[in-house]
């Protein structure tokens, strides 16, 4: 395991706030060469420190105005039926995110939808046609107050 210190927090935090930053305006911020920076910046993408990079899309901007909060229950919690669901739901393009969580649910599902009927599709595809969720819960998401994630360092 890498052992992040001072000088890696400084390049996640920077990092965090604008992933593509070149290597030259980083090293320069934090005081240290390119070749540290990217150094260490290797190293943490090595360990799993850094887990990947991606892009913030806005859902409205491309179709997708509602964001769901759904809790999931389950019948039965055998691991080969926990498999089963988390790989259905890794499929499913409409879900962002998706927990495995202790308390009345099992499992909390962030997902988006064009439109009402769209997210009834969903829910035939991820929950009515599966025999192993007992129930579900839906909140609609009325406003994107905050959505990151950001880790603080």
Same mark, same amino acid.
């Given at each position: 395991?890498?052992?992040?210190?001072?000088?890696?927090?400084?390049?996640?935090?920077?990092?965090?706030?604008?992933?593509?930053?070149?290597?030259?305006?980083?090293?320069?911020?934090?005081?240290s060469?390119?070749?540290? +920076?990217?150094?260490?910046?290797?190293?943490?993408?090595?360990?799993?420190?850094?887990?990947?990079?991606?892009?913030? +899309?806005?859902?409205?901007?491309?179709?997708?105005?509602?964001?769901?909060?759904?809790?999931?229950?389950?019948?039965?919690?055998?691991?080969?039926?926990?498999?089963?669901?988390?790989?259905k739901?890794?499929?499913e393009?409409?879900?962002?995110?998706?927990?495995?969580?202790?308390?009345?649910?099992?499992?909390?599902? +962030?997902?988006?939808?064009?439109?009402?009927?769209?997210?009834?599709?969903?829910?035939?595809?991820?929950?009515?046609?599966?025999?192993? +969720?007992?129930?579900?819960?839906?909140?609609?998401?009325?406003?994107?107050?905050?959505?990151?994630?950001?880790?603080?360092?």
């Amino acid at each position: 395991m890498h052992e992040v210190d001072d000088m890696d927090k400084s390049i996640l935090r920077r990092l965090q706030e604008e992933s593509r930053l070149r290597l030259e305006i980083l090293a320069s911020e934090i005081g240290s060469s390119v070749a540290t +920076v990217q150094r260490r910046i290797k190293a943490m993408k090595d360990s799993g420190v850094i887990s990947g990079e991606s892009m913030l +899309v806005s859902p409205d901007a491309v179709g997708f105005p509602m964001t769901f909060l759904i809790m999931v229950e389950l019948e039965r919690e055998r691991i080969e039926q926990l498999d089963a669901f988390r790989r259905k739901v890794k499929a499913e393009p409409q879900v962002q995110q998706c927990y495995y969580i202790t308390g009345e649910a099992d499992f909390a599902i +962030v997902a988006l939808a064009r439109d009402m009927q769209d997210y009834q599709l969903l829910t035939q595809r991820l929950f009515y046609e599966d025999s192993n +969720v007992k129930r579900f819960r839906t909140s609609v998401v009325m406003d994107r107050t905050k959505v990151g994630m950001t880790v603080p360092l």
